[in-house]
């Protein structure tokens, strides 16, 4: 691999195929210390994504991570017994020399109500551009988790720019006094 490279992000799909999740093993053993940018996706999420966990319980296995993604190509139910890997995939790095992450996504996916809570506490706001919960069953009750974790944030320390979530959401009645305190709070923040 070229030392001039600045950024080496690997895309894993088809997981649920288990020719695809063995090759997609391999090659995280060979790169994980290297991989800047890291993305799961495959249908059936709770078959493939345990193995994963497995191989690679912490975020100490990918040093550089900066981006993070993973989901389902169509609708499909998050693992439980994972949530505690995403948690620490997205914290704030601990003292080890870790990179905080830029960007994170979760795509076609439906989490419990506690399982969105753990993760959207445990986000590190001080170094996430990109949030991204496409398709996903994210609703009220986790927007103003989120909204309340910025809005008690310092907000020199938040770099939140990009948020993606439902319209439908940002557009009812209930959301409306959260999307005008994020406004008037974190105006720099573009909701999509």
């Not at 999740?21 to 493939?48: A, C, N, P």
């Not at 590190?124 to 974790?149: I, P, Q, S």
């Amino acid at each position: 691999m070229s030392s001039k490279l600045e950024y080496f992000a690997l895309s894993f799909k088809n997981l649920e195929k288990s020719h695809q999740l063995e090759k997609t093993l391999g090659l995280l053993g060979r790169y994980k210390e290297r991989l800047d940018g890291i993305g799961f996706y495959g249908h059936t999420v709770s078959k493939w994504l345990p193995r994963i966990v497995k191989a690679y319980p912490s975020r100490n296995n990918f040093p550089r991570m900066k981006n993070f993604e993973f989901g389902s190509f169509s609708r499909s139910d998050f693992p439980p017994d994972c949530i505690a890997w995403v948690v620490g995939m997205v914290s704030g790095p601990p003292r080890q020399p870790l990179t905080r992450l830029n960007g994170f996504g979760v795509f076609h996916l439906a989490l419990e109500s506690d399982d969105w809570k753990s993760m959207l506490e445990a986000i590190d706001l001080g170094m996430l551009d990109r949030l991204n919960f496409y398709d996903t069953n994210f609703a009220y009750k986790e927007f103003e988790v989120l909204v309340n974790r910025i809005v008690a944030t310092d907000m020199s320390q938040v770099r939140l720019r990009t948020l993606r979530i439902d319209k439908r959401l940002l557009d009812s009645e209930n959301a409306r006094p959260l999307c005008t305190k994020l406004h008037v709070i974190a105006s720099i923040i573009a909701m999509q």
